[in-house]
């Protein structure tokens, strides 16, 4: 199938790279490249490999950073992004904006999330855990537990359940003495 006959508004290798940064500008974060291609992959005017040519002349030109295997829009990018983002056809904005919404949600909601662990010294692993509501944090603890087993699942099970965990917190502390719940 040429080029000319290909259904979607995305056909030309500007218009390709357009997309690319117009993605990456509503990504909190680096993301994989599989993350991104599925991301941008929205239109059935391009292919893969016209995809994956864009991307690799994006990041030699400096508007996309490769970090190892993850990429992100560059200050660059973000001002080019900025002044062209029109010429994205709407509907493929939309597209994009609409598939890339749960990502980005998990995204900040991860950043406001904080876990990490290490052995003590006498024995046993501490386990910090934090809660951000983005201006500060709201909930901080460190809790000794036997080992990193019980670590990692403390760490996995708040990252699940973080804003149950502090509403409970905060009910087991607000109680009247003597008086359960």
């Known amino acids: 199938m040429e080029q000319t006959d290909r259904l979607g508004f995305i056909h030309e290798k500007l218009d390709i790279k357009l997309l ?23 239109d059935d005017g391009f292919d893969y490999f016209e995809y994956t040519q864009c991307l690799d002349e994006l990041v030699r030109s400096e508007n996309v950073e490769k970090q190892g295997t993850s990429y992100q829009i560059t200050r660059m990018g973000k001002v080019n992004e900025d002044t062209v983002e029109s ?53 901080t603890m460190s809790v000794l537990v036997a ?24 009910a087991l502390l607000s109680e009247e003495p003597g008086k359960e719940q």
Not at 156 to 162: I, K, L, Q, Y
């Open 20 to 42: 690319i940064l117009f993605v990456l500008s509503r990504l909190p974060k680096p993301v994989g490249f599989d993350t991104l291609t599925d991301l941008v992959m929205v």
């Open 87 to 139: 010429s994205v056809p709407y509907s493929v904005r939309l597209k994009a904006e609409n598939k890339a919404r749960p990502l980005v949600e998990k995204m900040k909601r991860d950043a406001l999330i904080g876990t990490a662990h290490e052995r003590a010294k006498n024995g046993g692993t501490n386990v910090r855990l934090s809660l951000s509501d983005g201006l500060g944090e709201i909930v």
């Open 147 to 170: 080992d990193d087993e019980q670590a990692k699942k403390i760490e996995a099970n708040f990252r699940e359940n973080a804003e149950d965990t502090y509403q409970k917190i905060v």
